[in-house]
């Protein structure tokens, strides 16, 4: 039988978890087997995502989109885990794939050799992504998340050395408690609800009884702080700068967007619990939009304080976590819109700067110290030889280009045109400032004003301290050794800032995408009714077997 | 019974965030697996709770629920508690190779100054 399209939806997910299983059977020297079979899987990956989005987006009526249901099991909803893909889902699952593309082949270059089975944790690290993405079960979505966690935590702790054990060690803690809360959670509501399907959830949540409803509030909320813990939420995200600057350059860049599944989780499950029709609308805006500038203050005032690129990175990510949270707390589409397209541009920007930084640093003469380090670690001489042979072409003008993609990193995290930061936060500000369209008539809310003045603050607290940070590392060096750099590592870099460079040029097109996907999200009656009226699929072969 | 179960998953509880919160990573990881057992607990209790009662229905008469425990949360709690042994069984491998890197089991890697 020849697979439908529709089995298209479970594809993110099996892929890379057979790739990974495939891989442990082969042994770590070889390693040119192991990246091809998981860049071609992460190609794959991104056929499929980009197939999806075009069935989610083009298909079915053009004003609503389509969701497709996947019935895992064949049980009639609500009953058993579903797979849901609507416009978000399958633009998470594009924005993973397009990460994770250059992390690979970053990571030929050298960090691959750096310790045992890299290729697998990061497929399955990919595969945990992906279904938290598509779930459509509440339970479900806490195994996906265990699962990317766990390979998160091999892969933080990747080539070992004391910083990263260290770091590890608070980051595994950290999260272990974060998944209790998250059972803790997950257990009140169903306790209150009876079910775990999201789309069951948001039906029976209005009928929620007024004596039950503190329960489920209180469920809720607790589940709340397990995704903001995840999101890096002040004063939730102590753990975060530290762990993202000790990870691997490209366990790193794709850890951007695992800061963002938490935002995503948010966004999905509070506009679809507490919608504009519930008794407790808006349940959390408040905390969010206090909480989200709270962290975009921390997350400026660590980027001012940073005295290395990493730690920098590091707090970027607050800011732009602070930033979506914040928005998210206005409970506008507009502003929803705005903040989707942020989250594409920076955690492009983020993935793109982890990777440059380790090449820049490269040429100040901290990663000998690190390689020592992973060297003694592993323990193995060859690995040894290695990298000793490959690392080392030195590209001519490798400075200027390491120069120019620093500064356009520069740009998308401080939100200067012409790169798209500068579009969404033009399009959160804009529909911030005129609520209800752009014919106005609605009053600004002073929570608008705050977010307004918040995003321009930290834009300018990021330029600065890049600025500085750039003229530290490009120009101050008087006796620069330029960094040997791999064509390898360098071209990733470039492709995704092309790419960043394409969202501004295509932005109108995207912005639309966006705001299709905004307004779904804030109605999300479609979701609800695709998932409890899903067809089954026929089983042809039941009458002959009873 | 509901008594008994609240106190228990009470004193788990506050045993678990008293020893997470401690300096020492064994101290760290006990709290956490105590923890794990009050919130496996806790998700039972929210099947309701039920003694001598079949998860499984059996026959295709009409049933009364009432008469069944509740299947989710054990199937739930099944789940929770292979993944709390996985990434126990992780933690303890970080801890030991923690104490190796640092040579001391405190959790920033050094002794307080004192």
């Known amino acids: ?546 | 019974m509901e008594l008994v179960l609240s106190i228990g998953i009470g004193v788990l509880v506050a045993s678990g965030v008293w020893l997470l919160l401690r300096p020492r990573t064994y101290q760290v990881i006990i709290g956490l697996s105590l923890l794990g057992y009050a919130v496996n607990l806790f998700i039972f209790s929210m099947g309701r709770l039920k003694t001598n009662a079949a998860p499984v229905v059996q026959g295709v008469d009409v049933v009364d629920p009432a008469n069944f425990a509740d299947p989710i949360p054990q199937a739930l709690v099944l789940t929770a508690i292979v993944i709390g042994f996985a990434t126990t069984a992780l933690f303890l491998v970080v801890l030991l190779a923690a104490r190796g890197f640092t040579g001391t089991d405190h959790v920033d890697g050094r002794e307080p100054e004192r």
């Open chain 1, 1 to 546: 039988m020849i697979p439908g399209p529709e089995h298209l939806v479970i594809l993110p997910i099996v892929l890379p978890l057979l790739a990974g299983a495939l891989l442990l059977f082969f042994n770590d020297q070889e390693r040119v087997l192991k990246a091809t079979v998981s860049i071609v899987t992460s190609i794959a990956l991104l056929v499929i995502s980009v197939m999806l989005i075009r069935v989610a987006h083009s298909d079915g009526t053009a004003e609503n989109g389509r969701v497709v249901v996947y019935l895992l099991g064949n049980w009639p909803p609500p009953f058993a885990i579903v797979l849901v893909l609507d416009r978000l889902a399958a633009m998470m699952l594009l924005l993973t794939s397009v990460l994770a593309i250059p992390a690979l082949i970053f990571s030929i270059g050298r960090w691959q050799k750096a310790g045992p089975h890299f290729h697998t944790l990061f497929l399955l690290l990919l595969m945990g992504l992906n279904g938290s993405f598509l779930t459509g079960d509440l339970f479900n979505l806490f195994v996906f998340f265990e699962v990317m966690l766990a390979a998160s935590y091999g892969l933080v702790l990747h080539s070992s050395g004391p910083q990263r054990v260290r770091a590890g060690l608070h980051y595994i803690a950290i999260n272990l408690a974060a998944s209790l809360l998250f059972l803790i959670g997950v257990a009140m509501i169903y306790g209150v609800t009876g079910t775990l399907n999201m789309a069951d959830l948001a039906v029976r949540i209005p009928r929620v009884s007024p004596e039950s409803m503190m329960m489920l509030e209180a469920g809720a909320g607790i589940l709340g702080i397990a995704f903001l813990i995840k999101a890096g939420m002040w004063p939730l995200a102590f753990w975060l700068p530290t762990t993202y600057t000790a990870a691997p350059a490209p366990v790193a860049a794709i850890m951007a967007i695992m800061s963002k599944v938490g935002v995503y989780v948010i966004l999905r499950l509070s506009l679809l619990f507490f919608s504009e029709e519930t008794v407790s609308a808006g349940f959390g805006t408040n905390a969010l939009l206090l909480g989200g500038l709270a962290t975009i203050t921390f997350g400026a005032i660590g980027v001012l304080a940073s005295q290395s690129l990493g730690r920098l990175a590091g707090f970027s990510v607050l800011v732009s976590s602070g930033t979506l949270l914040a928005s998210l707390g206005l409970f506008e589409a507009g502003v929803t819109a705005g903040a989707l397209l942020y989250l594409v541009s920076s955690t492009v920007a983020i993935s793109a700067f982890f990777l440059l930084i380790e090449l820049v640093e490269r040429g100040q003469d901290q990663i000998s110290n690190v390689l020592a380090v992973t060297v003694e670690a592993f323990g193995d001489e060859e690995v040894d030889e290695d990298f000793e042979e490959e690392v080392g072409v030195v590209i001519p003008g490798t400075l200027a280009i390491l120069g120019i993609s620093f500064g356009a990193c520069a740009l998308l995290l401080a939100g200067l045109p012409p790169l798209p930061g500068f579009v969404a936060k033009f399009v959160i500000i804009d529909a911030g400032m005129n609520p209800g369209g752009a014919d106005g008539g609605s009053v600004i809310s002073p929570s608008a004003w705050w977010l307004t003045a918040f995003l321009i603050l930290s834009g300018l607290a990021s330029l600065i301290s890049m600025s500085r940070a750039g003229i530290r590392a490009f120009w101050a060096p008087v006796d620069a050794v330029v960094p040997r750099v791999l064509v390898t590592e360098i071209l990733p870099i470039a492709a995704l800032l092309v790419l960043t460079f394409a969202i501004t040029v295509q932005a109108g097109p995207i912005m639309r995408f966006m705001q299709a996907t905004a307004d779904n999200l804030h109605d999300p009656r479609i979701y609800i009714e695709s998932v409890i009226d899903a067809p089954r699929a026929v089983t042809p072969m039941r009458e002959t077997t009873q």
